[in-house]
């Protein structure tokens, strides 16, 4: 499978050099049956993560418009069991939300042990748009990637497994997604002038993700760039990489089941003792 991970801080990233499209050699039959596979194998791992509370999931997924953060929730999530699954979505701050620091309104919707968290836009928003659009001193927003890094080691020291995902679409693919929501009835409800409006500022966003990208991945919390051109590709992608994140704590997680599972049949056969 062909993306990118990055995993070590200070690395560059010039996202014209990576593709948006699927690889010439991916099929999209053969994609459909290993993304159920994988679906299945995911409702199992998430199960294990409930049961055993020894950690929680932190998805993040950001990209531009159009290049499909709702999507792939719908399809991604759609194997999950909701019990355990949280999205949320971060816009415009609130007023209260901007009369506190940044990662504020972020940190309470971090996922409890147990729990896998997806976060539809993030704090990134606070080095990407407040960047393009200058609505923050430049002083200020530089400060924000240790800020993040910081925020994203805590989670990790207490347990929070982390990926984070950027949707990595073309200008043309965006261009006939937005065009779409004015020709489908059904999509026009999604028709947002602002959409327009960013693609006059392709360039300086581009910049602002890869300079993002370069000073917040980390091992312990790393980018993994999605071509995001074919939605099939994009949703594989993202499955693959989260199902190969979570296999390596499938036996700890099965242990301590066992574990719990043991005591409790000592509890129940006390009980029956005692009758």
């Known amino acids: 499978m062909d993306f990118i991970t990055i995993d070590k801080q200070g690395e560059k990233v010039k996202l014209d050099s990576i593709p948006t ?14 993304f159920e596979a994988l679906g299945e194998e995911l409702f199992d791992l998430q199960d294990l993560l409930w049961g ?3 950690n929680s999931v932190l998805i993040v997924l ?4 159009t290049a499909g953060k709702d999507g792939t929730i719908k399809h991604v999530a759609g194997y999950l069991n909701p019990r355990g699954v949280h999205v949320s979505s971060f816009g415009v701050p609130t007023e209260e939300e901007r009369d506190h620091d940044f990662l504020w309104r972020i940190h309470r919707h971090a996922p409890r042990k147990g729990e896998l968290a997806i976060f539809n836009r993030s704090h990134y928003e606070d080095v990407l748009v407040v960047r393009v659009h200058g609505l923050v001193p430049e002083s200020l927003w530089k400060e924000r990637y240790g800020h993040i890094r910081d925020f994203e080691e805590m989670l990790a020291e207490h347990g929070t497994i982390i990926l984070k ?5 073309s200008r043309e693919e965006q261009e006939q997604r937005l065009l779409a929501r004015e020709q489908v009835p059904r999509k026009a409800w999604k028709i947002n002038a602002g959409d ?4 006059e500022h392709w360039d300086d966003y581009t910049q602002a993700y890869e300079e993002a990208l370069s000073r917040t991945s980390t091992k312990k919390a790393p980018w993994t760039i999605v071509p995001a051109d074919s939605k099939w590709y994009r949703n594989l992608v993202v499955a693959r990489s989260l199902v190969e994140t979570l296999r390596p704590y499938r036996q700890a997680w099965q242990d301590r089941l066992d574990e719990v599972g043991e005591r409790k049949k000592a509890e129940l056969a006390s009980w029956r003792k005692d009758r």
């Open 52 to 54: 055993a509370r020894m």
């Open 21 to 34: 499209e699927p690889p010439k050699k991916s099929e999209r039959d053969a994609a459909k049956q290993e």
């Open 165 to 169: 995902y950027f949707l990595h679409i």
């Open 196 to 199: 327009w409006e960013d693609r």
């Open 62 to 65: 950001q990209g531009r418009d």
